[in-house]
């Protein structure tokens, strides 16, 4: 059964990528890199059950679960007007308009010009002629194309005189080619984040789709990473209401536009930069900005208008609002519960409810909070700590008894320690009287009696 084969967190995914955005199945399929088969069977099975996803969305894992799984000849005729092709593949790229469309108005306008069959075909040989990214057809407002350019641009600190190679991002609406660069000092998922936020803000709205080249290019652990899309990287795009659609492999059409763009943006402004010095990110980005404003003024060279023209045209008006707050950066990683009921979080402890030991849950933590999720539901919220080896206990979190841990205890600790001499008694007591409550201590101490393990008791 599909559900074997993948976690929950991708069942919601699929739900969410069908009824809150109508995806197909295929690109459902691709988004969430599973079968459009398992596809299929999730969506049949929500709709069996009869719930709505308004519904399914509030419910933890466990109820969902169980509700999912209970048990023509091409030559022209003298005196015949010939169609703007330029103009009809700048039309094509509205929402709803089609080449039946472009040429009933072609004829209503030129009653005595050519037939359907021939116009579909004289728009193919002059789609065929134009360049690659030309020959794509992108909805106004549909797919935004994001990457990183291979070049990067050396800034010299000041103070230190140390270079460090500023990474470029690039982001490239389908319909229009309106580009946004930005530098940024790494790849890191901070700063891809970041980026696609500030590029949301500079486009004033959001796009149905994103489409990033290679999503490992915006990370630089590849433990921050599902085998798919990171878990901070889907929630941004639920945040902004979008979509991840990522580019298929060995399909170099895919990718085709953000490439072009990612060229022209070497060509167009890293190249007017190879002879300037740089001592700071905001200069280096100043400039950039200057010369970014130029490139989308810059009339095409072979359809009328310029990428701004295009932008405001075809994309503007139908790019999602944006929210009312902006995507505030969260990273999550997946722990196992210790016997000391806390998750370590940049090396300080939170506290979850006792009966959590030895679960594996999930952790979403900011600059400001830690909150712990056990299958998709909240158990645990924090006020996020940077004091290392230090803990942050919630008193409700705790046993009422401390017996009702039969396998630990601050005894067993204490019997433990004094098998093996009365030195390490009294320094077992010591630690466990220094910690408000003994349970804070037992990590501590493990690690403590495995030193037995390496040099012997």
């Not at 969305?57 to 023509?72: A, H, V, Y």
């Not at 593949?89 to 089609?98: A, D, F, I, M, Q």
């Not at 139908?318 to 806390?342: N, T």
Request: aromatic letters at 12%; one cysteine or more.
């Amino acid at each position: 059964m599909p559900r074997r084969r993948i976690s929950m967190r991708k069942i919601r995914e699929v739900l969410r990528l069908k009824f809150e955005h109508g995806l197909s199945d295929r690109k459902i399929a691709r988004s969430c890199r599973i079968s459009r088969r398992s596809v299929a069977e999730y969506i049949r099975r929500v709709k069996a059950a009869g719930v709505s996803w308004d519904r399914a969305k509030d419910m933890d894992d466990l109820t969902l679960e169980k509700l999912l799984f209970p048990g023509g000849s091409g030559a022209k005729q003298e005196g015949r007007p010939v169609p703007d092709w330029s103009y009809v593949h700048s039309e094509l790229k509205r929402r709803g308009v089609t080449l039946s469309l472009l040429w009933q108005e072609y004829k209503e306008a030129n009653p005595d010009g050519y037939q359907y069959s021939w116009f579909c075909r004289e728009y193919g040989r002059w789609l065929s002629k134009a360049d690659v990214v030309m020959r794509q057809s992108h909805r106004g407002g549909e797919k935004l194309f994001v990457d990183y350019a291979g070049q990067t641009v050396p800034v010299i600190d000041g103070n230190t005189g140390e270079v460090k190679e500023a990474q470029i991002f690039v982001a490239v609406m389908g319909a229009s080619n309106y580009t946004y660069v930005e530098a940024t000092w790494s790849q890191s998922l901070v700063d891809w984040i970041g980026s696609h936020v500030r590029a949301f803000s500079f486009f004033g709205g959001v796009p149905a789709v994103i489409v990033p080249d290679n999503l490992r290019s915006g990370v630089t652990k590849a433990s921050f990473y599902d085998p798919e899309i990171n878990p901070t990287y889907k929630e941004m795009a639920g945040h902004y209401g979008t979509v991840v659609l990522p580019t298929r492999v060995r399909r170099p059409r895919d990718k085709a536009k953000v490439e072009a763009g990612v060229r022209i943006v070497e060509q167009w402004i890293l190249a007017r930069l190879r002879n300037h010095t740089f001592f700071s990110l905001d200069e280096l980005n100043r400039k950039i900005k200057a010369l970014l404003e130029s490139l989308n003024k810059r009339p095409f060279q072979k359809l009328p208008g310029s990428r701004k023209s295009m932008f405001e045209s075809l994309d503007a008006p139908l790019l999602k609002p944006l929210p009312r707050v902006p995507y505030e950066f969260a990273e999550w990683k997946k722990v196992k519960v210790s016997i000391d009921y806390h998750v370590e979080v940049g090396g300080h402890y939170y506290s979850v409810p006792y009966h959590l030991y030895r679960k594996r849950v999930e952790v979403r933590y900011t600059a400001k909070t830690v909150e712990i999720f056990y299958k998709n539901k909240r158990v645990a919220s924090h006020v996020r700590s940077h004091q290392k080896g230090r803990h942050t206990t919630v008193k409700e979190h705790m046993p009422a008894s401390h017996k009702r841990y039969s396998e630990w205890s601050p005894e067993r600790f204490l019997k433990w320690a004094e098998k093996i001499g009365p030195h390490l008694r009294e320094l077992t007591e010591i630690i466990l009287t220094s910690r408000p409550y003994p349970e804070q201590a037992y990590r501590t101490l493990l690690g403590i009696f495995r030193l037995g393990e390496i040099y012997s008791n």
